[in-house]
């Protein structure tokens, strides 16, 4: 009997300490801390851009790049070539998670500097944004852009 309860013990120790040492997920600001291209964009409801695809209505997204890489600093590279410099933050609340970038310059049209995005979904291989303000680059769209690393 007594061998027995020692054997309980041992197990009971053993399984609260896998279950107590569970890994705490990465904040979400430093799961987005990376570089970032197109994979699929939407302008409005019309898919204008899929990696890979020879009939995209906008090529230029094969040069799209969100650069989230430096904690200070974003570099946001847009489907007509042009660049854009400033900084980045990642705020979560229960209505939602979003990524702004503020203090771009030059200033993107239409936006006095700052574009924000709603984060859909966030991992490691896949971040989904949508823009939460119509795009006047794009002609008055609200934009959905699923990016890959």
Do not use: H
């Amino acid at each position: 009997m007594k061998r027995i309860s020692t054997i309980l013990a041992v197990v009971a120790v053993a399984m609260t300490m896998t279950v107590g040492c569970k890994k705490k997920p990465k904040p979400l600001s430093e799961i987005v801390a990376k570089v970032w291209n197109a994979q699929l964009v939407k302008e409005g409801s019309t898919t204008v851009y899929t990696k890979g695809a020879a009939t995209n209505i906008r090529q230029g997204y094969t040069n799209y790049r969100l650069d989230l890489s430096n904690p200070q600093a974003v570099t946001l590279k847009e489907f007509d070539g042009n660049s854009f410099t400033g900084q980045w933050s990642v705020e979560e609340t229960a209505a939602g998670n979003t990524l702004t970038l503020k203090n771009l310059n030059p200033q993107p049209t239409g936006t006095n500097g700052t574009i924000q995005f709603a984060i859909n979904s966030a991992s490691d291989a896949e971040l989904i944004l949508t823009r939460t303000a119509a795009s006047q680059k794009t002609g008055g769209t609200i934009n959905n852009y699923t990016l890959v690393p």
